[in-house]
Nanobody, 125 residues
Framework: QVQLVESGGGLVQAGGSLRLSCAAS????????MGWFRRAPGKEREFVAA????????SYTDSVKGRFTISRDNAKNTVYLQMNSLKPEDTAVYFC??????????????????WGQGTQVTVSS
């Protein structure tokens, strides 16, 4: 049974930082691209960042470029999202996801096979 468990969310002031983690089990982690998505109140779930199975390529949505960094540790079966210079508009539930895509960086929700339950990030102004 595949499980993706996010942690590291919380309440932070604008300008602050948080580091999200997603621990994976039940799959061969190094064979999967990993992504982070978020869903803000009243909005659709949107792509935030993704990293290929090898870790050699990453992609970010424009609004987080230069502030967020996705990384992975295949030895620990964990993907991370370092979030700096947080803004109130970053407030959302953040989800990690795993994709079996082997070519390119998966950007669409439809390209992901497994999802975590999410962790709340709240940025106060």
């Amino acid at each position: 049974q595949v499980q993706l468990v996010e942690s590291g969310g919380g309440l932070v002031q604008a300008g602050g930082s948080l580091r999200l983690s997603c621990a994976a089990s039940g799959l061969t982690f190094s064979n999967y691209a990993m992504g982070w998505f978020r869903r803000a109140p009243g909005k659709e779930r949107e792509f935030v960042a993704a990293i290929t199975y090898s870790g050699r390529a990453t992609s970010y949505t424009d609004s987080v470029k230069g502030r967020f960094t996705i990384s992975r540790d295949n030895a620990k079966n964990t993907v991370y999202l370092q979030m700096n210079s947080l803004k109130p508009e970053d407030t959302a539930v953040y989800f990690c996801a795993a994709s079996a895509l082997r070519l390119g960086v998966p950007l669409s929700r439809r390209e992901y096979d497994y999802w975590g339950q999410g962790t709340q990030v709240t940025v106060s102004s």
